[in-house]
């Protein structure tokens, strides 16, 4: 073939389609850095691209991007950071809401963000407004409608709406927390309310107040005050409070007091570390990690080598310094991610978890155990069912658990379609509406006005409206590997584009696709014919 015309068709075929660029298979993301949950999305990281990944509860990847830096989602949107170090932000469907202008920001709470250009901060909306101008030396997150900042020689208290609560403070300030600031100056801690009006005594030590008490140090000891500053417990080394359980260091181990500080019980370990939302990381002997509830019971009997704090139910754990990371909840049971990616995931209705038992069950995304762990192993729900295992044999099962029989599922591709073969010669496959529909050949993938489907030598395109049969291949050599894409397939190097009530065939050598990256590939605007090569050099 010419080499200037391939360039030219080439050329011609950019003008015609795009390819949405997408990861199909969950391989790619076995292997990103997992981070904890936020407004329902989990970020993952990878060393190539695409670098920048979001999951939801069942594992579905909702969101692929191709930037060095992203964070976690506050308030349903996410900092990104481009490649020439600039920031802006991306909503849940990846769209960018704000543009890439920033050379620093914050996350987002209480509707604003903190933004840095050119040396100065501010903060916008959630619209990208910037709603207070951008002229402090610093600025923090807003915490109870009030955000401190700096004009570079003193610190001041605005409200959301940019106005000086209090200017000329010369002290540190922290958020607010409770109603009260906990503030630092030369001659110790103390607090302000909202008004920036100085509250209490000065401490020695003090710490940000949590569920209306906090901790403070005087020469006569340490106690914790609640929020009309009354003395309401002595502790000498429980510092930090949270769900409602303080944490006393003890000369063998650590001690548990609820919050009129009567002990619970007593820990024996290493370090215990603040509870969040309900449970906390005890490190049991060294870099051996368990979790407890605010009663001080295990959740299980495991010794991870590493264990997160939980966020939205979810913790990550390892068990070994050469062993993956992954999730579990409460009770300790691993939930497992296929990290499917795009419309390939099938797994919208439930995805399999492990307990502490080693036995299979399924969970909804709300972590309700819908079907019980009664399983050797168990994988991922495909148009409705899903392949489990018990000792050696394996079944079907359908959404609530119940068994199929065999001769009622037939073939279950992990990508595309159920059929079985019919008494009398031919097909049954369930279409897309869940309805049973008799095929002439086997049936490989269903698309929105075709199946694609093979018999001994030949594939075809069978045409669901018009009830026909395009043969559109030979098979070589008893080959029928396909490549599956959600408008396309790839047999023997050629590329099958459905679009329409038509399909063109494309060499992939000459256009140059990655089948493995691409998902789906998108008609330009005003094309409603793309012409075959030898359309093309026929003109």
Not at 462 to 481: L, M, R
Request: aromatic share 16%; with cysteine; glycine share 8%.
């Amino acid at each position: 073939m010419n080499d200037k015309v391939i360039n030219e068709y080439r050329d011609y075929l950019l003008k015609c389609f795009t390819a949405n660029m997408n990861y199909k298979r969950g391989e790619h993301y076995m292997n990103a850095q997992l981070s904890l949950f936020h407004n329902g999305y989990a970020k993952l990281t990878n060393m190539s691209a695409p670098r920048l990944l979001y999951m939801d509860k069942l594992g579905k990847v909702r969101i692929v991007l191709d930037y060095p830096y992203g964070g976690d989602f506050y308030e349903e949107l996410a900092k990104v950071r481009n490649e020439y170090g600039l920031y802006g932000f991306i909503n849940k469907n990846g769209q960018i809401v704000i543009p890439f202008k920033y050379t620093n920001v914050g996350d987002f709470h209480e509707g604003l963000a903190k933004v840095e250009l050119n040396g100065l901060w501010g903060y916008v909306n959630n619209k990208g407004e910037e709603v207070i101008s951008i002229t402090y030396k610093k600025a923090d997150d807003f915490s109870e409608s009030l955000a401190v900042v700096s004009n570079g020689t003193n610190n001041l208290i605005i409200d959301a709406n940019g106005t000086i609560i209090k200017d000329g403070i010369t002290y540190t300030i922290y958020p607010f927390k409770c109603g009260y600031a906990r503030c630092l100056e030369n001659s110790g801690y103390f607090f302000i309310d909202k008004a920036g009006n100085k509250v209490g005594e000065t401490y020695l030590e003090a710490e940000d107040f949590s569920s209306n008490l906090a901790y403070v140090k005087t020469v006569e000891g340490g106690f914790f005050i609640d929020t009309t500053f009354t003395k309401k417990f002595g502790s000498l080394n429980a510092k930090h409070y949270s769900s409602g359980i303080a944490i006393s260091k003890e000369m063998a181990g650590f001690s548990l007091l609820d919050i009129n500080g009567k002990f619970i019980t007593q820990i024996n370990a290493l370090n215990v570390r603040d509870f969040k939302e309900g449970f906390s990381a005890v490190e049991r002997s060294s870099f051996v990690w368990s979790y407890i509830n605010t009663q001080g019971k295990l959740i299980n009997n495991f010794g991870y080598n590493y264990a997160s704090d939980f966020s939205e139910g979810l913790a990550i754990v390892r068990n070994s310094n050469n062993s993956p990371f992954y999730y579990i909840n409460y009770l300790g049971e691993e939930i497992i991610f296929n990290y499917y990616s795009g419309d390939f995931d099938t797994s919208d209705i439930l995805v399999p978890f492990r307990n502490t038992k080693n036995k299979y069950g399924y969970k909804d995304i709300n972590g309700n155990t819908i079907i019980k762990p009664i399983y050797d192993m168990a994988y991922e729900y495909v148009n409705g069912i899903a392949l489990v295992k018990v000792g050696t044999g394996t079944k079907y099962i359908d959404e609530q658990g119940k068994i199929i029989p065999n001769n009622k599922v037939g073939m279950l591709n992990n990508e595309s379609i159920r059929y079985k073969k019919k008494l009398f010669g031919g097909y049954q496959y369930l279409n897309n509406r869940k309805e049973l529909v008799s095929i002439k050949y086997m049936p490989i993938h269903e698309y929105d006005k075709y199946v694609l489907c093979y018999s001994s030598s030949n594939l075809y395109l069978f045409d669901k409206v018009n009830n026909t049969y395009q043969e559109i291949s030979e098979i070589y050599n008893g080959n029928i590997k396909v490549e599956l894409g959600l408008n396309y397939f790839v047999y023997n190097d050629m590329l099958y584009y459905l679009y329409g009530d038509e399909y063109v065939v494309i060499n992939t050598h000459i256009f140059n696709f990655d089948r493995n990256k691409i998902i789906r590939l998108e008609l330009l605007e005003g094309v409603t014919h793309i012409m075959s090569f030898d359309e093309f050099t026929k003109r």
